[in-house]
């Protein structure tokens, strides 16, 4: 996260999108919720906490909707319960 902060404070023309994921263990909405929730977290913590600009960062929850991973064995889900930071070109 320092590297970030420090890359956005630096750069202040960049933009980032974080995007939150879920595996698919539970249902739909739930994962949907779970994963807006992650990505708003870490959005939360850079605006707080690192003192980001907000118009630097965008959040965005895909549920179960994009896994990396096969969501059968357990270690599937676990590698699907995940955020994403990629920067955004405007």
Do not use: H
């Amino acid at each position: 996260m320092n590297k970030i902060i420090r890359v956005l404070k630096t750069f202040p023309g960049v933009r980032i999108e974080i995007k939150g994921q879920a595996g698919s263990t539970g249902d739909d909405m739930t994962n949907q919720v779970l994963s807006v929730a992650r990505a708003e977290k870490v959005a939360k913590s850079l605006i707080e906490v690192g003192e980001v600009a907000s118009d630097q960062i965008t959040s965005r929850g895909f549920g179960e909707t994009r896994p990396v991973a096969t969501n059968e064995p357990r270690e599937g889900r676990a590698k699907n319960r995940m955020g994403e930071i990629k920067t955004v070109n405007e």
